[in-house]
């Protein structure tokens, strides 16, 4: 049985650093085209974060995040990371990690075959 799940959210200051991290069981993430973070935040639609190609291992950013948040994949193809810099206010939302089986755009949440539980961040002022 596949499942993802996620790690590392809490509440920092604006300005702080947080580290997510997704596991993943029943497959490792060597299996998946695409691994990808979306967050919602309370009263808005889920939106597109970051997403990592598996081969090639090219990076992809929402412009509000780029600079800031940087994903990563560990050698072992278990754990991917989201590491998140100069957190902003506007950063607080559930933080979902996602895994692709096949191709597809990689800020589109139908490209996604499996989905984690999602972690809390909040950030305050």
């Known amino acids: 049985q596949v499942q993802l799940v996620e790690s590392g959210g809490g509440l920092v200051q604006a300005g702080g650093s947080l580290r997510l991290s997704c596991a993943a069981s029943g497959r490792t993430f060597g299996d998946y085209t695409i691994i990808g973070w979306f967050r919602q935040a309370p009263g808005k639609e889920r939106e597109f974060v970051a997403a990592?190609?598996?081969?090639?291992?090219?990076?992809y950013y929402a412009d509000s995040v780029k600079g800031r948040f940087t994903i990563s994949l560990d050698n072992a193809k278990i754990t991917v990371y989201l590491q998140m810099n100069n957190l902003k206010p506007e950063d607080t939302a559930i933080y979902y990690c996602a895994a692709a089986l096949l191709g597809g755009v990689v800020s589109t949440q139908m490209s996604y075959n499996y989905w984690g539980q999602g972690t809390q961040v909040t950030v305050s002022s």
């Open positions: 990592l190609s598996r081969i090639g291992r090219n990076t």
